[in-house]
C-alpha cells in the first residue's frame, strides 16, 4: 500500500486480515528504529517477544531457508537498504524523481552484482515472511501495509511473487491536516509530502503488469465500506465476505502504527481539517497539490 502516510492504511490492513482469504501483519518492513522491545506490544496484547506467533514464523522462516530477523529493530532484512548512509541508498535505489533519470540509473545500478544480489535478497525474504504468515494462518493472500513507494518495483521481479498494489489515497486537506498533527509540520511542508509520496507511489505502477493496481480514496472506504471490500475482493480474485467493522472479532498479530493496539475496527472519515484549516491555508495547500490532487481523482481544488 505505497502512499503518504496517516491515510488508515493500518486499519485498512486490520480490516483485511479479518477476511477469511487474506491476513496481515502491518508493515511488512519490519519495526523502526525506535522501537523498545522490551515493551513493545503486538497487537494480540502479549509483549512482541513473548508472542507465540511471532516465534512460530521466525522458525518457519528459517525452514523455509530464508529467515527473517523479526526480534531485531531498525528494519527487518525484508527492507531493501544497501547502505547504512541515507544518502547512498537514496541515490542507488531510491527515486531519483523523474522517470528518465530512474531508468538511467537502474541500468547502470542493476549491473552491479551486489545491487542485484541485495534486490533478489529481499524478494526471498519477503516471499518468506509472507509464505510464513499464510501457512500459520492458512490463509492466500498476504497484505503488506508498508507506505514505501519503492517497493513494489523491486517486489514484483520476484519469481514467486504476484505483486498487487492498492494504492490508497487521501484528500489532502485531510491528510496534511493529519501530517501535521503527528510531525508537527507546517501546512506547505504536510502538502508537500502529501504531493511527493503520492506522486512517487503513482510512478511505480508501471513497472507492475496491467491490472496489478488500484487506486482507492480514503473517502470512500469511509463512506462505503462494504462495496470497497467487494472492490478489494474482485481485486484479489478470492471469493467477496463480509468484514466486520467496529470490534475486532479475529486474534490479530500486527506491528506498527499504535492504533494496532486498539480493539475498534471503526470506520470513520476525520474531517478535523474543516475546523483547524483557514482560508490562507487551504490556499495553501491547493497551490502546492492541486494538480496532482486532480490527477488522483479528487475534484478539490
Same mark, same amino acid.
Given at each position: 500500500?505505497?502512499?503518504? $502516510?496517516?491515510?488508515?492504511?493500518?486499519?485498512?490492513?486490520?480490516?483485511?486480515?479479518?477476511?477469511? #482469504?487474506?491476513?496481515?501483519?502491518?508493515?511488512?518492513?519490519? +519495526?523502526?528504529?525506535?522501537?523498545?522491545?522490551?515493551?513493545?506490544?503486538?497487537?494480540?496484547?502479549?509483549?512482541?517477544?513473548?508472542?507465540?506467533?511471532? #516465534?512460530?514464523?521466525?522458525?518457519?522462516?528459517?525452514?523455509?531457508?530464508?529467515?527473517?530477523?523479526?526480534?531485531?529493530?531498525?528494519?527487518?532484512?525484508?527492507?531493501?537498504?544497501?547502505?547504512?548512509?541515507?544518502?547512498?541508498?537514496?541515490?542507488?535505489?531510491?527515486? +531519483?524523481?523523474?522517470?528518465? +533519470?530512474?531508468?538511467?540509473?537502474?541500468?547502470?545500478?542493476?549491473?552491479?552484482?551486489?545491487?542485484? &544480489?541485495?534486490?533478489?535478497?529481499? &524478494?526471498?525474504?519477503? =516471499?518468506?515472511?509472507?509464505? %510464513?504468515?499464510?501457512?500459520?494462518?492458512?490463509?492466500?493472500?498476504?497484505?503488506?501495509? %508498508?507506505?514505501?513507494?519503492?517497493?513494489?518495483?523491486?517486489?514484483?521481479?520476484?519469481?514467486?511473487?504476484?505483486?498487487?498494489?492498492?494504492?490508497?489515497?487521501?484528500?489532502?486537506?485531510?491528510?496534511?491536516?493529519?501530517?501535521?498533527?503527528?510531525?508537527?509540520?507546517?501546512?506547505? %511542508?504536510?502538502?508537500?509530502?502529501?504531493?511527493?509520496?503520492?506522486?512517487?507511489?503513482?510512478?511505480?505502477?508501471?513497472?507492475? !503488469?496491467? &491490472?496489478?493496481?488500484?487506486?482507492?480514496?480514503?473517502?470512500?472506504?469511509?463512506?462505503?465500506?462494504?462495496?470497497?471490500?467487494? *472492490?478489494?475482493?474482485?481485486?484479489?480474485?478470492?471469493? *467477496?465476505? !463480509?468484514?466486520?467493522?467496529?470490534?475486532?472479532?479475529?486474534?490479530?498479530?500486527?506491528?506498527?502504527?499504535?492504533?494496532? +493496539?486498539?480493539?475498534?475496527?471503526?470506520?470513520?472519515?476525520?474531517?478535523? =481539517?474543516?475546523?483547524?484549516? &483557514?482560508?490562507?491555508?487551504?490556499?495553501?495547500?491547493?497551490?502546492?497539490?492541486?494538480?496532482?490532487?486532480?490527477?488522483?481523482?479528487?475534484?478539490? $481544488?
Amino acid at each position: 500500500m505505497p502512499g503518504s $502516510p496517516y491515510t488508515g492504511s493500518t486499519l485498512l490492513g486490520a480490516l483485511l486480515n479479518e477476511h477469511p #482469504h487474506c491476513a496481515s501483519i502491518g508493515a511488512a518492513t519490519g +519495526l523502526i528504529r525506535r522501537s523498545d522491545l522490551s515493551s513493545y506490544h503486538c497487537s494480540c496484547g502479549k509483549k512482541f517477544l513473548e508472542c507465540e506467533f511471532w #516465534h512460530d514464523i521466525v522458525a518457519r522462516t528459517r525452514d523455509l531457508g530464508r529467515p527473517v530477523n523479526v526480534f531485531k529493530t531498525n528494519r527487518w532484512n525484508t527492507y531493501l537498504r544497501l547502505s547504512q548512509n541515507r544518502w547512498i541508498n537514496a541515490v542507488l535505489v531510491r527515486s +531519483l524523481g523523474q522517470d528518465v +533519470l530512474n531508468d538511467v540509473r537502474d541500468a547502470v545500478v542493476g549491473r552491479l552484482s551486489g545491487v542485484r &544480489g541485495a534486490i533478489s535478497e529481499v &524478494g526471498w525474504n519477503t =516471499w518468506s515472511l509472507a509464505s %510464513a504468515v499464510l501457512g500459520k494462518t492458512g490463509k492466500s493472500v498476504f497484505i503488506d501495509t %508498508a507506505r514505501d513507494h519503492q517497493r513494489p518495483k523491486y517486489l514484483a521481479r520476484h519469481p514467486l511473487l504476484d505483486v498487487r498494489v492498492i494504492h490508497l489515497v487521501r484528500d489532502p486537506r485531510g491528510n496534511s491536516a493529519s501530517i501535521m498533527k503527528h510531525t508537527g509540520a507546517d501546512v506547505a %511542508a504536510a502538502a508537500r509530502q502529501w504531493k511527493h509520496y503520492n506522486v512517487e507511489a503513482a510512478r511505480v505502477k508501471r513497472y507492475l !503488469p496491467q &491490472g496489478s493496481w488500484m487506486s482507492l480514496h480514503y473517502e470512500d472506504l469511509c463512506a462505503n465500506p462494504g462495496a470497497v471490500f467487494d *472492490r478489494i475482493s474482485d481485486f484479489l480474485e478470492v471469493d *467477496r465476505a !463480509p468484514i466486520q467493522h467496529g470490534s475486532r472479532s479475529l486474534e490479530s498479530h500486527i506491528i506498527g502504527n499504535k492504533t494496532r +493496539l486498539n480493539g475498534s475496527r471503526e470506520i470513520r472519515e476525520d474531517l478535523s =481539517w474543516q475546523t483547524r484549516f &483557514g482560508a490562507a491555508d487551504l490556499a495553501t495547500i491547493a497551490t502546492i497539490t492541486g494538480p496532482t490532487s486532480h490527477s488522483l481523482g479528487f475534484n478539490w $481544488p
